[in-house]
């Protein structure tokens, strides 16, 4: 609000449109006025006040800079009206601190209503409540000022004062929704862009509730005392075409409806008409608008659930997948671990029991004496394979070390280093604290990523991000290398390291360009794998 007032960019331009506002905004203020004439419930005191319906719908449509234009220019055009009837308006300042006043108590829930939505809601239930909420507010608080401070209704008898006090709370309430819902409903198709969103059968359904409108309005000509009946059975079609179109069928049938009763009304003030059918009028617009509004939000509620139920089928139908590429996986490294043994072991494991059968047999200490080696030999190949084998199946690194020197002393560091690599780490001490899951996780995609590094690319420095931040655990792997790394490379492809992190919900990033190759995986705390 601070920045609207204080931007005097574009002055001129500005200027232009609060004159502008200033001419327009009292047109059609006095037009309302001079029609809400020919609506009063008590002659001479209360009407359908619509000039209120619209002072409410261009405070929730127009910025906060244009509200003071607003006010002044209703204070000077009911000014020009008290003169124009020849009455004597009471002091100027006194007259304008009051009318400010009362303005600046009906802005307030108009505030309210702007500090929860940015613009018009009429397909929000809650937007319809607090719409209400302020309509019933401008109400009283004119009502109330009317009855009570101005002298031009002192002459109503202490004995009716409530009464008329009543009326002119339903009837500022009937004026109101007369003419801010339909503004609402106008700005917000205008400027939401939704009328490609009204069904081609809206249009019918109005044209058939207009030309049911035009026999009513016969009817009530013939028989006058039908009018409450008439009135009664609209709001029939109003509610039908609220729960087929939410907010949109509400409006649309509420214009027509309203117009039928204005229509039928026309030069009935000061009647027992007025007086008995304005509760009817106010409880069908109420009760049409908040119907249409809460089958708007069922309408919303309904599309969100069903693409929520798409989501979770996409990733019922991705888990599943990836428990196939799982179990291929699985089975992978079980066949790569039966050939390493056989390859590794087996051939070595059998050379070293035909040597010692060889032994054995023999009974030359020199012979003895000159195999030793070879079977020494024999027996740290095996424990190389065999610890070799262990790393891959756990990196023993972790257990030994911890991720933080595991990633930053030993044998990843050294490939880097090896390759005259230079190597920077930036790791959060918090990743200590993350499950081991997680941790074998974070190693395998840094153990991948670093062995591209070394055999894909010509980088000559590497660095590597790990932090914990809010509920996920970051990784961000990133050299200067050109030589783009193919997804499959290694014994630990990309791909592999890509469905390890969609198993625990996270996302997995690979990019390469011209700058360099970077590797990106976030992991959330508080989901385990499927």
């Not at 009063?40 to 619509?50: A, E």
């Not at 009716?160 to 006090?165: D, G, Q």
């Amino acid at each position: 609000m601070k920045k609207e007032f204080l931007d005097t960019s574009n002055s001129l331009s500005l200027l232009t449109k609060h004159i502008a506002l200033l001419f327009g905004y009292a047109m059609v203020y006095l037009g309302l006025y001079a029609l809400s004439k020919n609506f009063f419930t008590h002659q001479g005191w209360s009407t359908w006040y619509m000039p209120n319906g619209f002072r409410l719908a261009m405070l929730l449509i127009l910025p906060w800079r244009y509200w003071s234009t607003i006010f002044v220019t209703e204070f000077f055009c009911q000014r020009s009206i008290t003169l124009y009837y020849g009455n004597v308006p009471a002091e100027f300042w006194y007259s304008f601190l009051r009318g400010m006043a009362t303005r600046t108590l009906c802005a307030l829930p108009v505030i309210w209503i702007k500090h929860h939505f940015q613009t018009a809601a009429l397909h929000k239930l809650k937007f319809g409540l607090m719409l209400l909420a302020a309509t019933f507010a401008f109400s009283i608080v004119s009502a109330t000022d009317l009855v009570l401070l101005s002298k031009f209704y002192q002459n109503i008898p202490a004995e009716r004062k409530l009464e008329v006090w009543l009326s002119f709370v339903t009837g500022g309430c009937i004026g109101i929704l007369l003419v801010c819902p339909l503004l609402l409903a106008v700005y917000q198709l205008t400027t939401q862009k939704v009328f490609q969103a009204i069904h081609s059968k809206l249009w019918l359904h109005s044209a058939l509730l207009a030309a049911s409108g035009i026999v009513a309005y016969v009817v009530f000509q013939s028989e006058p005392a039908s009018l409450y009946l008439l009135a009664s059975l609209s709001l029939i079609p109003a509610l039908y075409e609220s729960f087929r179109h939410g907010w949109l069928g509400a409006v649309f049938s509420l214009t027509l409806i309203n117009l039928f009763l204005g229509l039928s009304l026309y030069g009935s003030s000061g009647t027992l008409t007025m007086q008995q059918i304005q509760v009817l009028v106010l409880l069908i617009n109420i009760t049409t608008l908040l119907f249409g509004a809460a089958v708007s939000e069922q309408h919303e509620l309904t599309a969100e659930l069903r693409a929520k139920n798409t989501a979770l089928t996409e990733l019922a139908n991705r888990n599943l997948k990836l428990a196939e590429k799982f179990s291929t996986l699985q089975e992978n490294e079980r066949k790569h671990l039966s050939n390493e043994l056989h390859d590794e072991l087996g051939q070595t494991v059998t050379a070293l029991k035909m040597e010692a059968m060889a032994l054995s047999r023999s009974k030359d200490q020199q012979m003895f004496k000159d195999n030793l080696p070879r079977l020494t030999k024999a027996v740290d190949h095996i424990y190389e394979a065999v610890y070799r084998l262990m790393n891959q199946l756990r990196p023993r690194l972790l257990e030994e070390l911890g991720l933080v020197n595991a990633l930053t002393t030993g044998q990843l560091p050294s490939m880097l280093k090896n390759a005259n690599i230079h190597y920077i780490t930036d790791i959060s001490p918090l990743v200590l604290q993350l499950p081991q899951e997680l941790q074998t996780t974070l190693f395998r995609a840094c153990q991948e990523g670093i062995t591209n590094v070394v055999k894909h690319s010509n980088a000559s420095t590497c660095k590597l991000q790990i932090n914990v931040i809010e509920d996920n655990a970051e990784l961000l792997l990133t050299d200067n290398g050109t030589i783009k790394a193919t997804a499959q490379s290694g014994k630990f492809g990309l791909q592999g390291i890509k469905d390890r992190v969609m198993a625990y919900g996270g996302t997995f990033r690979f990019m390469s360009g011209s700058e360099g190759t970077s590797i990106s995986v976030r992991l959330p705390l508080t989901l385990k794998p499927d």
